[in-house]
């Protein structure tokens, strides 16, 4: 794994935000769960593993290309 990789910042908006990675390859299968409460941060990487995140609840996801808000549920 590149551990410079680009990386994102997810911070809940309010509780209960879930983070869902989703794997690579010929099935796309969850692969790791995470739940955020309002104001919690979590900074998260794309991997060898995961190629996609869903994002569930309202949160504010920033990268190095900029910053955008989930509507929520």
């Known amino acids: 794994?590149?551990?410079n990789a680009d990386y994102i910042l997810i911070k809940a908006l309010?509780?209960?935000v879930t983070i869902i990675g989703l794997t690579?390859?010929?099935d796309t299968k969850f692969n790791h769960t995470e739940k955020l409460d309002k104001g919690e941060i979590l900074a998260a990487q794309?991997?060898?593993?995961?190629?996609?995140?869903?994002?569930?609840g309202k949160a504010e996801i920033m990268?190095?290309?900029?910053?955008v808000n989930s509507e929520g549920k």
Not at 46 to 56: G, L, P
Not at 63 to 67: A, E, L, N, Q
């Open 1 to 3: 794994m590149d551990v």
């Open 14 to 16: 309010e509780d209960g």
């Open 24 to 26: 690579r390859g010929k």
């Open 46 to 56: 794309f991997t060898e593993n995961v190629s996609a995140m869903k994002i569930r």
């Open 63 to 67: 990268s190095k290309h900029g910053k």
